[in-house]
């Protein structure tokens, strides 16, 4: 098995559902979804501003800063950013930032604006799972360069968010580099869709070796949020290997409707003795680095609850179950707390053997 996984060798199998995925998308403007944006995405109880300032604060002899969202919708946090970033008064006239929205679907309006201290992009008919070729086709080179990655609700819609995910990594400035995000679906060692728990999340985390932190996140149908610090000039080593690509159900509310499954080297259990709901594990540094320094309201901090750790005992048709999930026989039907991702005429779904979440995972 290779020692590291490369979205660069995704077989041709998965190469061809992104694109059917991405020509899909470029197809509309963006009248698919029902939630299309918004001026604040609070990943994991962070001001995206105040992190911005922190950033910007803490390296005074740097002039150029680079901020990127991943799956922009309407663009509104990329221009909520840029008004906030002129507006303070706080923050030097002399830099430059450059806020960078990207999404799948078309975009006809300007793509660069130059507003007060910030370049503001626009970028649509982007295919977001490959990131790197897409940007070198806009003539720019971001390897090592981003300070800030956010993204809400787009990893869930990819076919390859793993592979995804690793290019963003690749993008994060070394040792500042900071990405909050909403988790994907994925799979290890022939687990089928039906066997997919939130915690694989947690799972990938600490398998990526890097800094990070977690919000296990049942209200509202959401996936859980996490945070990475990219800790070193290297790329994320993950010992995994592309295995294959299966459909998953409607009531996934994944757009693209396909996850890639992938061999790990070992089956593991995750102890999730200090995941508690919508509070943060993980990296205890990175949350002192984060939240200390930030000028938050202590009262709407998230508390920290410890770090996580994996067992490696090799265990035979490994299945993680925990109070957040339970497996059922019976056909999936959607939990009506949970917020609808984009627009679908109601349909009877044949799908059998689906986790259905107490509180509500997307249905899966």
């Not at 800063?65 to 991943?70: E, G, K, R, S």
């Amino acid at each position: 098995m290779k020692t590291k996984l490369e979205w660069k060798d995704r077989p041709q199998e998965i190469k061809t559902k992104i694109k059917e995925a991405w020509d899909n998308l470029a197809k509309h403007s963006n009248d698919l979804w029902v939630y299309s944006g918004k001026s604040n995405y609070d990943l994991c109880g962070v001001d995206e501003f105040l992190l911005i300032k922190k950033i910007i604060e803490n390296n005074r002899e740097r002039k150029l800063f680079y901020i990127l969202d991943i799956g922009a919708g309407d663009f509104s946090l990329c221009s909520h950013l840029t008004r906030e970033i002129n507006e303070s008064q706080e923050i030097s006239k002399d830099i430059e930032i450059n806020i960078i929205g990207i999404r799948g679907e078309s975009y006809e309006g300007p793509e660069i604006e130059k507003i007060g201290i910030c370049n503001l992009y626009k970028f649509g008919r982007f295919q977001i799972e490959n990131l790197i070729d897409e940007f070198n086709l806009r003539n720019l080179n971001l390897i090592q360069e981003i300070d800030i990655i956010l993204s809400r609700w787009t990893f869930i819609h990819l076919v390859d968010g793993i592979g995804t995910l690793l290019q963003a990594y690749n993008l994060l400035k070394p040792f500042t580099g900071i990405l909050l995000a909403d988790a994907c679906y994925y799979l290890r060692n022939n687990k089928k869709p039906s066997e997919y728990v939130p915690e694989d999340m947690a799972h990938l985390l600490i398998e990526l070796e890097v800094p990070f932190l977690i919000r296990p996140y049942d209200i509202g149908g959401s996936l859980d949020q996490f945070m990475i610090r990219r800790k070193d000039n290297k790329e994320c080593e993950l010992p995994y290997r592309y295995a294959s690509i299966q459909p998953i159900p409607k009531s996934s509310q994944s757009y693209s409707g396909y996850v890639v499954s992938f061999e790990a080297p070992r089956n593991t259990i995750l102890d999730d003795s200090k995941m508690e709901r919508c509070q943060l594990c993980g990296d205890k540094e990175l949350y002192e680095y984060i939240f200390d320094t930030l000028d938050t309201n202590p009262r709407f901090r998230l508390k920290y609850t410890g770090d996580l750790k994996l067992d490696y005992k090799e265990q035979k048709d490994l299945f993680i179950k925990s109070d957040r999930q339970e497996v059922t026989n019976e056909k999936t039907t959607i939990n009506l707390y949970s917020p609808l991702l984009f627009k679908t005429n109601p349909s009877n779904s044949e799908e059998t053997d689906i986790v259905s979440n107490r509180t509500s995972v997307m249905g899966f």
